[in-house]
């Protein structure tokens, strides 16, 4: 096969419903391109959603997929890797679904450091249904939920995964394909929680946020000396008002969800009386060997 043909691999071929000129065609195609340089058998890999315009991704990539609940995604990803830790278990979905209704979700996804990786499609509006302000929106006050304006201050998604204490934390931008498909693949080979912020403009509904001009003009990339186990610096150049950091802003691995509850059934299984008889027995036999 042509190296230029294998991302087709991951594409399912049912083709994405989202409107010309939106952000989201070329995270696909990084994800997409990203799974092919990983070569992940597709019956090994689950890609999990919320709802809104970002969480219908799974329909269009070849691989085990679940469309959820709004702000549901995170909670389901867990348990299907809890349930079968030898996926690889990828879960996508808005600013809306990730940070609004979702919100309480991430802290514990985070602090627990599931083995999983969450890309947060971040286009700072209410996409699927029509330009409502979302969490993260900033520049454009005005909408269908805000004429006279936000009355709040806006959320950093990359500054929370990094204060929740997920383990891999990095922001790219859906025009920077090629870096984004590092990011996603150096996410998906970080065993924890790898939290990936990816900047994406809303043609239809928000392209003052995500403005793609002003955001080229802006970005930065992390710098090459950047310590990645340093998170007040990570926080630094995740909250910088001068310049849009792109990059890996955060690694630092430590035991997964997994790893705990591993230790775990080890320690419940030799407190269990069948064990100590189990033992015992074994103790007794080993003497006429
Ligand atoms: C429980 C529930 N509340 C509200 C909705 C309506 N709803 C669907 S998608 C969405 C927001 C989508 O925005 P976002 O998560 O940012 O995704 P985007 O469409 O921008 O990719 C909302 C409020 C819903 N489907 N379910
Ligand atoms: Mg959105």
């Not at 990203?34 to 269009?60: H, K, M, V, W």
């Not at 520049?139 to 929370?160: C, D, M, R």
């Not at 630094?236 to 890996?248: C, M, P, S």
């Amino acid at each position: 096969m042509e190296e230029q043909d294998r991302p087709c691999e991951y594409l399912s071929g049912v083709g994405p419903v989202w409107c010309p000129g939106c952000g989201y065609y070329g995270i696909l195609s990084a994800l997409a391109e990203a799974f092919a340089d990983l070569r992940l058998p597709t019956n090994e890999l689950a890609l999990i959603s919320g709802i809104g315009c970002s969480s219908r991704l799974p329909y269009f990539v070849k691989a085990y997929g679940f469309h959820s609940i709004h702000g549901r995604g995170l909670p389901i990803a867990q348990g299907v890797k809890t349930a079968n830790p030898e996926l690889t278990v990828v879960a996508v979905g808005g600013d809306g679904d990730g940070l609004a209704i979702g919100g309480g979700h991430l802290p514990h996804i985070a602090r627990n450091n599931v083995d999983i990786t969450y890309l947060l499609f971040n286009n700072a509006i209410y996409g699927m249904t029509k330009g409502q302000f979302s969490p993260t929106t900033v520049l454009f006050p005005i909408t269908k939920t805000s004429p006279f304006g936000l009355t709040g201050e806006s959320v950093n998604p990359s500054a929370l995964a990094i204060v929740y204490g997920a383990s891999f934390v990095a922001r790219g931008f859906s025009v920077k394909k090629e870096h984004l498909k590092d990011l996603i693949i150096q996410g998906m080979q970080h065993r924890g929680f790898s939290f990936i912020e990816i900047l994406a403009s809303c043609s239809s509904f928000n392209t003052t946020d995500m403005n793609v001009a002003r955001i080229i003009k802006n970005l930065q990339m992390v710098p090459e000396d950047h310590n990645p186990e340093d998170e007040i610096e990570a926080l630094r150049l995740a909250t910088d008002k001068e310049k849009i950091n792109l990059g890996v802003l955060v690694r630092n691995p430590r035991p997964t969800l997994g790893d705990k509850f591993q230790e775990m059934q080890k320690k419940a299984k030799a407190r269990a009386p069948e064990a100590k008889a189990q033992a015992a027995m074994e103790d007794l036999l080993a003497q006429f060997a």
